[in-house]
């Protein structure tokens, strides 16, 4: 219940994306999305997460608050790779995009199906990932920032509008 009482009595954003990528491994694709200087994309930085983890107990209750800004505050997330993984496993988490980066393996082509069809029906609309570049194509490498899936993922970064309505959980 603490948490609860936390999320509830404290300013946790609102009709953003919040955006999950290590930012050692991917500073390419960081600095790409850095610079369309959109100011409804956090997390590039890291600065929310860390508030949420010093001042709201995030170290304790993370994921419950990353799905409580999705269902009640019309918080969408953005995830590469592991959390890409853990995005497409909970349903309650509203994730506008999900995705590997260079035959990492996180995101299983279908976990991005799965994950589609729950955004579609929990938050009626769908989640957006790329598939897997089977590496027999004769492909060595599936990286974001390659020109055709960077063009595509800054169209939706772009072009993002937030949620009309506060979604709730229901059983189906």
């Known amino acids: 219940m603490a948490m609860l009482n936390i999320f509830l009595e404290n300013e946790f954003p609102e009709k953003c994306i919040i955006a999950e990528i290590k930012t050692k491994r991917y ?11 959109l100011k409804y994309i956090l997390g590039i930085d890291k600065q929310i997460q860390k508030k949420i983890i010093r001042e709201w107990s995030g ?3 993370y994921l419950t608050y990353q799905i409580l800004m999705s ?3 019309q918080v969408e997330f953005f995830g590469i790779a592991g959390a890409a993984s853990l995005f497409s496993s909970v349903p309650a988490i509203n994730a506008l995009f999900v995705s ?8 299983d082509d279908n976990s ?3 994950k589609m069809l729950f955004n579609k029906k929990i938050f009626d609309k769908e989640t957006i990932g790329f598939f897997h570049i089977k590496p027999e194509s004769g ?9 055709w899936m960077w ?17 709730s959980i229901e059983l189906f």
């Open 112 to 114: 991005i199906l799965f």
């Open 59 to 61: 170290s304790d209750y």
């Open 151 to 167: 063009d595509s993922l800054k169209a939706i970064l772009t072009s993002w509008k937030p949620l009309d309505t506060k979604n």
């Open 100 to 107: 590997d980066n260079i035959f990492e393996n996180n995101v």
């Open 71 to 73: 269902v009640f505050n």
């Open 139 to 147: 492909y060595n490498s599936y990286e974001l920032s390659k020109s």
């Open 27 to 37: 500073s390419n694709l960081i600095s790409k999305i850095d610079g369309l200087n």
